[in-house]
């Protein structure tokens, strides 16, 4: 039982009962005098240069207010990556331009009176194309006389525009080649994770307006409120102050809201029409137009002596990042950063190539590149395992990372640059393989599908893996807090709770480190003019760097309250104590927060208030370990999970019952991602399966039992020994099915999503080649 009285609870969301029903809370939720809609014509090609744009049959169109093309707006480069500035990704992108790049990519914009109007003023606008080649294969995006997708001249931070080469990664520990002539078996093998679509209940939003001071208002969907302030007034050339972002609710992200999605051409066209203008993506759009997961090849060798140990591991990726490069190499870089020190190899060597393809923009997503990485090496280490005659959990045991070790790869590989070694101060990692392994039934239950006779066969696998909690040296965040007459408190944060329940676990924080019930912490996030900053919610950073803000900022409120109230009791500050909405002095006399503050408001005229920032130097990892159980239907290659067990290492569970709901979620969206979810192009280009009928997402029915075990840790950097949970958990899946359809068939798939045609196939090959 937790010694706290707040932290540790399963605590109700504080904005639970606003969410359930259905009160104003989310970017739609307001009702704007004038409002417009706007939407964007989209390139019915993948690459393509406009010869001639003619707008004018729809700027006379009655109620069309606004029109833009590449030729009304400013041309300044830019990313559309949601990164802390400088950012390290490319600035490639333009608010619209005269090529485009991918099917779905912005030809023109219009602002109109209702969506009717706005729908028929695309179709007036005549666009002559100039069609040019397309580049849609990745392993043929560098070859000789390939179509250059990024030929303009102004365009910056690319790594070889003329071969489409986005970015690269080079990096190694040691020497990869001397390992490998120390190894006794050396395996190496090919992997391939596809497009993968985020499917948030709430596509993408904003509205913008200019406010009674001409000031631009945007209301918006984001996980970084104060990264598309900074951006949307580069590219709008108006300075940050003119430029106010509120985020509202969000109903989810997962990533895909990291970016600069349609802020900047909303706001181009409220300006341009001088009245509000809202712009939602339908869900059809979402697919091609957002952003998706990075589709990879992986090539990964991997040597071993003859009792296990790990010498070298060398990985190299080839990954896709579409027309547009925001995150190409930060991504690919936490494939290896995130995924290789999970085991002490002395000899590490990472390789990565990232390409521009026509195809729709890859960006953030849960995980971060860690679901493709895990995926290929989790298989790995379990054939390695077996080819070696060893229990994959003792394989794994044998050679993980364990506190007290430093990962030096992280140093080398930062966001984008350079980064921080990362010692590991807490690992529950064998605590995870034991209660998980005791959870799916490990020791009884293993290579039963073979040794059973029948057309469906059972088996059992797992995977391990390792995130990241905040990026080390450059997330950082704000906190601030007043305290009102009835001893209530404002917490003011830019931190952005998307769903994830945020809010509450840095008001749980809050309200543990001031001694008060959770209901006396009115939190509210984000709004650039009035909370502190707050680079965003991404690199699970919420609870360690938000966290680690409104704890100090807590601290220094509560010190601040006890020096009111020691006036009242008669006592020394330091000596009093903040606990059940009191304050107490050592005899037990005590006085009520309340009190506290009339006396402060009052008498001595004083507004108890106080803020606070933090960062870290280092990005603790949580650890997790799963275990799926797998049915495999020899005659319809039919793949089910009846039963995934995670267990994970997040050190302090802040709130026990929201972890739970984190990790449950990534488990879904890595199913997902295991067994149903990719996006296809045809040979335009275009998304074939761009809604969710022929799209598959896994649903509440599809789900299997889950069994989530929380494994607590003390993680000394992160608020009450917390770490973080919200992308580990899907990281794992994929590998442990993979892993379990061997198990129980006795056949490597390779290649993410699992479908049926591919079991049947691997079936029916002959043994050698599975």
């Not at 001249?153 to 520990?173: C, F, K, M, V, Y």
């Not at 209901?519 to 709004?527: H, M, P």
Request: aromatic share 6%; charged share 25%.
């Amino acid at each position: 039982m937790s010694a706290h009285r707040v932290v540790g609870r399963r605590a109700r969301k504080v904005d639970g009962l606003k969410l359930v029903t259905g009160r104003t809370a989310f970017t739609d939720d307001i009702d704007l005098p004038g409002l417009l809609i706007g939407k964007i014509l989209p390139s019915p090609h993948a690459h393509a240069r406009i010869k001639r744009i003619d707008t004018r049959r729809a700027k006379a169109l009655p109620g069309v207010h606004a029109v833009l093309t590449y030729q009304d707006v400013p041309r300044v480069p830019h990313t559309t990556a949601g990164q802390a500035w400088p950012e390290p990704s490319p600035y490639d992108t333009y608010l619209l331009d005269s090529k485009v790049r991918h099917v779905g990519d912005r030809v023109a914009a219009v602002a109109a009176e209702t969506r009717a109007i706005a729908e028929e003023a695309l179709r007036r606008i005549e666009v002559d194309y100039e069609v040019l080649p397309a580049v849609l294969d990745m392993e043929h995006a560098m070859d000789k006389g390939a179509a250059v997708i990024h030929d303009e001249p102004d365009s910056t931070g690319i790594d070889d525009a003329a071969r489409n080469l986005a970015g690269e990664i080079h990096r190694e520990l040691g020497s990869a080649e001397q390992g490998f002539r120390q190894a006794d078996l050396i395996v190496e093998r090919e992997y391939r994770t596809p497009r993968q679509q985020h499917a948030a209940i709430e596509p993408h939003i904003v509205i913008c307006w200019l406010d009674a001071d001409d000031r631009l208002v945007i209301r918006t969907s984001t996980q970084i409120p104060f990264h598309v302030r900074r951006q949307v007034a580069m590219i709008l050339q108006i300075p940050v102050s003119r430029i106010r972002v509120i985020k509202p609710r969000i109903g989810g992200g997962f990533g895909g809201k990291q970016e600069m999605v349609i802020e900047d051409i909303c706001a181009a066209l409220a300006l341009a029409a001088r009245r509000p203008v809202k712009l939602e993506y339908t869900r059809h759009e979402e697919f091609f137009m957002a952003r998706t997961r990075h589709p990879q090849v992986l090539r990964l060798k991997m040597g071993v002596k003859k009792d296990g140990t790990i010498v070298a591991h060398h990985m190299k990726v080839l990954a896709a990042t579409g027309a547009y490069g925001g995150h190409c190499t930060t991504v690919q870089g936490n494939t290896g950063s995130k995924v290789l020190p999970l085991y002490r190899a002395p000899n590490l060597k990472f390789d990565c190539d990232v390409v521009y393809v026509n195809a729709p923009p890859a960006g953030a997503f849960r995980g971060y590149g860690c679901p493709q990485g895990f995926f290929a090496q989790e298989s790995l280490v379990d054939e390695i395992a077996h080819q070696l005659g060893m229990d994959p959990i003792a394989f794994r045991l044998k050679n993980a990372i364990r506190q007290g070790d430093t990962d030096e790869l992280s140093a080398q590989l930062g966001e984008g640059r350079k980064g921080l070694p990362r010692l590991i101060r807490s690992c529950g990692l064998p605590q995870c393989l034991e209660r998980g392994a005791e959870a799916i039934g490990w020791n009884t239950r293993r290579n039963g599908g073979r040794r059973r006779p029948g057309r469906v066969l059972h088996g059992v696998g797992l995977a391990c893996s390792m995130q990241g909690s905040g990026i080390a040296g450059v997330d950082f965040a704000g906190a601030f807090f007043k305290l009102n007459e009835d001893g209530s408190f404002n917490l003011q944060v830019g931190a952005t709770d998307l769903g994830t329940g945020s809010d509450t676990v840095l008001a749980q924080i809050a309200a543990e480190t001031l001694g008060v019930s959770l209901d006396k912490i009115l939190i509210y996030s984000s709004d650039t003019d009035f909370t502190p900053f707050d680079v965003g919610a991404y690199a699970s950073s919420t609870t360690i760097i938000s966290g680690g803000a409104v704890k100090k900022a807590a601290e220094k409120t509560r010190d601040a309250v006890c020096c009111f109230a020691a006036k009242l009791l008669d006592a020394n500050p330091e000596d009093l104590t903040c606990r059940d909405d009191r304050v107490f002095a050592p005899g037990g006399k005590s006085v009520t927060m309340g009190e506290v503050a009339m006396f402060a408001f009052y008498k001595e005229k004083t507004q108890v208030m106080e803020g606070s920032s933090h960062f870290n130097t280092d990005s603790p990892p949580p650890f997790c370990a799963q275990f799926a159980e797998v049915e495999v239907d020899t005659e319809t290659g039919q793949v089910k999970v009846p039963h995934l067990v995670t267990a994970v290492d997040l050190g302090v569970a802040i709130n026990p019952m929201q972890a739970e709901g984190q990790a449950e979620g990534a488990v879904a969206q890595g199913l997902g991602y295991t067994l149903a979810e990719e996006m296809v192009l045809d040979e335009a280009g275009r998304v074939v399966n761009a809604n969710f009928c022929d799209y598959k997402i896994f649903t509440a029915e599809d789900m299997p039992k889950l069994t989530t075990i929380l494994v607590e840790t003390e993680e000394p950097l992160g608020p009450y020994g917390a770490k973080s949970i919200a992308e580990v958990p899907i990281n794992g899946v994929g590998p442990a099915v993979a892993n379990a359809i061997f198990d129980a068939a006795g056949i490597r798939l390779r290649r993410l999503p699992i479908r049926p045609d591919a079991v049947l196939a691997a079936l029916r090959a002959p043994e050698a080649a599975r």
